[in-house]
């Protein structure tokens, strides 16, 4: 399969602690998307990254890639019990428009 | 970024029926596709929706069961047919230009009894 991975699978954390979180894939990608998805809900887009970006911010959130070891990261700092979701890391191959998905991550914020 | 709006949000629907889905985009777009999650898990692309020609299905789909329409540039349907307990799933659209960011439609919750 083609799909990403990401982990841990399930996380859950201190309201104020930072969450960290991985995605791994298999192929050469174009870029790779972070979105969160809360109770089932449609996907909220978080942040791209470019294959050739190394790191990106936006707010509270910090993604890296590193295309030498198919990977990416989602770092949420000082998060918050809103910041309680599904994430997911979605990747474009290049080949056209299309994402392949990760597995996901459920992240919960304790109050 | 797109506002996409999908009906309906959920349904109950008994096995042997099918349904349509609608999703309306606020603006013109190139790309729309429609993307199924199943309980506690990822999304997996159905299709494809291809403005003028026919959707491009993912290994796994089938026009008979997933048949897709997309009249013009803001909007498409998908309908899932015949359906089973199986086919009970969140069905999302979404919409994109490029290789860049797709944006999502709220999905539709469906659950076939």
């Known amino acids: 399969s083609q799909q990403g991975e990401e982990d841990p699978q399930a996380l859950s954390i201190q309201e104020g602690e930072n969450a960290t979180m991985n995605c791994s894939y298999k192929?050469?990608?174009?870029?790779l998307q972070w979105y969160r998805q809360n109770s089932g809900r449609g996907l909220v887009h978080l942040i791209l990254?470019?294959?050739?970006?190394r790191e990106k911010h936006s707010g509270r959130l910090r993604v890296t890639l590193d295309t030498s070891k198919k990977s990416s990261s989602l770092l949420i700092t000082a998060s918050r019990a809103a910041d309680t979701a599904s994430y997911f890391c979605a990747y474009n191959t290049g080949a056209n428009s299309k994402l392949t998905f990760g597995k996901g991550i459920t992240l919960s914020v304790r109050p | 970024s797109a506002v996409i709006s999908q009906k309906p949000s959920r349904d109950i629907c008994q096995r042997g029926t099918s349904l349509t889905i609608q999703c309306q985009v606020d603006s013109q777009v190139t790309m729309m596709f429609w993307y199924r999650q199943q309980p506690g898990q990822s999304l997996t692309l159905i299709a494809t929706a291809n403005q003028g020609s026919e959707a491009t299905y993912e290994s796994g789909f089938v026009i008979d069961k997933f048949p897709i329409s997309r009249p013009n540039l803001t909007f498409s349907t998908l309908t899932v047919s015949n359906m089973s307990p199986e086919d009970s799933s969140i069905y999302l659209c979404?919409?994109?230009?490029?290789?860049?960011?797709?944006?999502f439609g709220p999905g539709t919750r469906l659950t076939v009894l």
């Open positions: 990254i470019r294959s050739n970006e």
């Open positions: 192929t050469s990608i174009n870029n």
């Open positions: 979404s919409v994109g230009e490029g290789r860049d960011t797709q944006y």
